[in-house]
């Protein structure tokens, strides 16, 4: 056998596996990275909580530059996985196009609108969520003054800060609510570093509570708080067990139940508009034994009150997104 | 701004620059001896990940800085052999040692820790924590002189102690001591030093053995001192805006302590105060604050104001003549 039929025949076997894998959903993580305690580890979750129950399987990729985006949608969509699940909202001009030149796929894609056919658009109503731990921040908050450390400087995260300095103020009129965010390049989504050292310049400036919602550099953020002693609320993800009697709640936001949902739906999934909310089960906050100590009966009856009135529409949450501006600072 | 304010700005400040200068000593180290070195960045990645990990498992954090300062002396000895010995071209194998550190740090950190490359976090002794000076409660409250005696020198890591300590000891080295000037010759004419009977090749190792251990002592800094785990990629261009202060202090110690402290002025402003607002006429926003670094650095390089002289031979690889 010459070398070249025996590459010709490596490429046929390739060929057959790349076949085999027909209808295999695939999930592709952003540039946080899959264990940022955060975004990218619900989505994780939630994929493998469908794997666990069906015993199904599913590919992966973790994207190392932003480069890579539309390459790994291409290469997922050519080797027949369906449904591709995107986690994260940098995806919408490469999704734009590889959606057009695979009409018979279904994508989902998390924090962002794409219109095209064959695409879900899940996007949560995150300044609800945000508001609920405000609230929370504004009743733990012995000095008044609260934080905010976002990620990169992006229209998503200005909605977080929005939706919780409306939640502080709507409890507390007099609150001061220092807002900081990390960068404006995708490095910002990972430098515990810089979290941290922001973390420190709120609580010099009197912040007791600091709501992060940064990604991995967001776990900077609630180190550097459970050292000075002051409270800090996670996001995305349950991170409450990361520093036990710290970390007031976490702004729970179902990525996992997006992920999952749209993998059990397989290729037939329904396509459009998808929000999640309060009311849906989307977003909520984190109660469990790691903060049962410090989460009180009257911040929780504070909390589930704003609640309450969110999803029966009496409180309306501005959200930053629907015109770029934030009637509260 | 009332003087507290001001003072917590400096104390930053003094946090944020550590890192910098202790990166920026060693930078010094290797370029003056005639060894461009874009690999700062890869040997503080490398150093934080192994300091992070072997002070996670011993529960010291003085072992984890002599392990992370142990990895990045072999990181340099690969650049050494790479570039000094073999004479290969010094800005690649510079590159190439922190695209090695990125990778490795992740690989290594998730076969043994199953985290996707970040250490556990680290508590108790196995971290740096914050060393009250004696007497630094008792005169807080003496004016002036107090607060920045309470809030400004005590109060930190003892790696921030060790950092600035080593400014005048790395002065004295490089002008006081016959070692010195010989580092110096080597980057500027390594030929006169072979010429004397010192060897070129030693004495560049030699200079980048200390590189090694300063740039580890960076790298453990971040993830013993400033934080308490490793996360991927956690140095975030750290070493890459050393190497701009080295080149804004014209490779010289004392000046790379003013660059790198200006430099963590200007990171401290811009955390704590986003957009200033001057005189209610503008607001400067935060991102010319943080690219200001930059900016200056490119000035300096330009020759607009004052000039940067590298030393003459560095990136030059020596060859003996036969």
Known sequence: MTLMQKFLGAAATLAISATAALAEPAIIFDLGGKFDKSFNQAAFEGATRWAEETGGSFREIELQSEAQREQALRRFAEAGNNPIVMAGFAFASALDEVARDFPDTKFVIIDMVVDQPNVRSVVFNEHEGSYIVGVAAAKASKTGTVGFIGGMDIPLIRKFACGYVQGVKATNPDATVIQNMTGTTPAAWNDPVKGAELTKAQIAKGADVIYAAAGGTGVGVLQAAADAGVYSIGVDSNQNYLHPGSVLTSMLKRVDVAVYNAFKDGPDLETGFNVMGLANGGLDYALDEHNAGIFTDDIKAAVEDAKAKIISGEIQVHDYMSDNSCPVE | ?322
């Open chain 2, 1 to 322: 701004m009332d003087f507290l304010q001001f003072l917590l700005t400096l104390d930053s400040t003094i946090r944020l620059s550590v890192v910098l200068l202790l990166a920026c000593l060693a930078g010094l180290f290797s370029e003056r001896a005639g060894v461009v070195d874009i690999g700062l960045e890869g040997k503080m990645l490398i150093s934080a990940f192994v300091a992070a990990a072997v002070a996670y498992e011993s529960g010291s954090a003085w072992l984890g800085v002599l392990a992370g300062s142990a990895a990045s002396v072999v990181f340099a000895m690969i650049h050494g052999v790479a570039s000094i010995i073999y004479r290969g071209d010094q800005i690649i194998s510079g590159v190439a040692l922190n695209f090695l550190a990125s990778g490795l740090t992740v690989v290594i950190g998730h076969a043994i820790y199953k985290k996707g490359g970040q250490t556990p976090t680290l508590t108790g002794d196995a971290r740096f924590t914050e060393v009250k000076l004696p007497f630094a409660d008792a005169v807080a409250d003496v004016p002036v002189i107090g607060p920045i005696y309470s809030e400004l020198i005590s109060g930190h890591t003892p790696l921030v102690y060790v950092a600035f300590a080593i400014v005048p000891l790395v002065w004295w080295v490089l002008y006081r001591t016959r070692f010195g000037l010989r580092l110096r010759a080597v980057g500027e004419n390594p030929a006169s030093v072979d010429t004397a009977g010192v060897s070129v090749v030693a004495m560049r190792f030699r200079a980048l053995i200390i590189t090694g251990i300063l740039c580890g002592m960076a790298g453990a800094y971040l993830s013993t001192a400033q934080s308490a785990f490793f996360g991927k990629e956690m140095t975030a261009g750290r070493g890459y805006i050393a190497l701009a202060a080295l080149i804004f202090a014209n490779w010289r110690p004392v000046q790379a302590m003013g660059a790198t402290l200006l430099f963590g002025l200007l990171e401290a402003i811009s955390n704590l105060y986003p957009n200033i607002d001057v005189f209610g006429l503008f607001s400067i926003p935060v991102q010319f604050t943080q690219a200001l670094p930059y900016i200056l650095t490119v000035v300096i390089l330009a020759g607009f104001i004052g000039r940067a002289v590298p030393p003459r031979s560095v990136g030059v690889p020596y060859v003996k003549e036969r």
